[in-house]
Nanobody, 115 residues
Framework: QVQLVESGGGLVQPGGSLRLSCAAS????????MGWYRQAPGKQHDLVAR???????YYADSVKGRFTISRDNAKNTVYLQMNSLNPEDTAVYYC?????????WGQGTQVTVSS
C-alpha cells in the first residue's frame, strides 16, 4: 500500500499563491509518475499536472505558465506551486501516484480562491 499525504491547501485571494505537497510513503524511484487532479462542484475530474520518474512533465492548458510541478526525491514528495490563482482554480486537489499495476490517491486538499 502506497500512502499519499497531501497538504498546503487553503483560502487565498485572486492573484495569490499556494504550494501543495504530496508526500509518498515509498521512494519516488518506485513510482512511475505522480500528478495532481482537481475537481470543482459540477465540473469534471481533470488532470492538472504530472511528472514522471524520468522528469517528463505535463500541464493542462488552463494552468500552463502559472503552475509548476516538481519533486524532492530525498523527501519522497511532489509539489504543485500555484501562482496567479483565480477563482476558476477553486477545487479539491488530489494527488495521484502510479506504480506497476496500481494507482493511489491522496485524501484531497481544498483550494479556494476568493476575494
Amino acid at each position: 500500500q502506497v500512502q499519499l499525504v497531501e497538504s498546503g491547501g487553503g483560502l487565498v485571494q485572486p492573484g495569490g499563491s499556494l504550494r501543495l505537497s504530496c508526500a509518498a510513503s515509498i521512494s519516488l524511484f518506485s513510482i512511475y509518475d505522480m500528478g495532481w487532479y482537481r475537481q470543482a462542484p459540477g465540473k469534471q475530474h481533470d488532470l492538472v499536472a504530472r511528472i514522471t520518474s524520468g522528469g517528463n512533465i505535463y500541464y493542462a492548458d488552463s494552468v500552463k505558465g502559472r503552475f509548476t510541478i516538481s519533486r524532492d526525491n530525498a523527501k519522497n514528495t511532489v509539489y504543485l506551486q500555484m501562482n496567479s490563482l483565480n477563482p476558476e482554480d477553486t477545487a479539491v486537489y488530489y494527488c495521484n501516484a502510479r506504480t506497476t499495476g496500481a494507482g493511489f490517491w491522496g485524501q484531497g486538499t481544498q483550494v479556494t480562491v476568493s476575494s
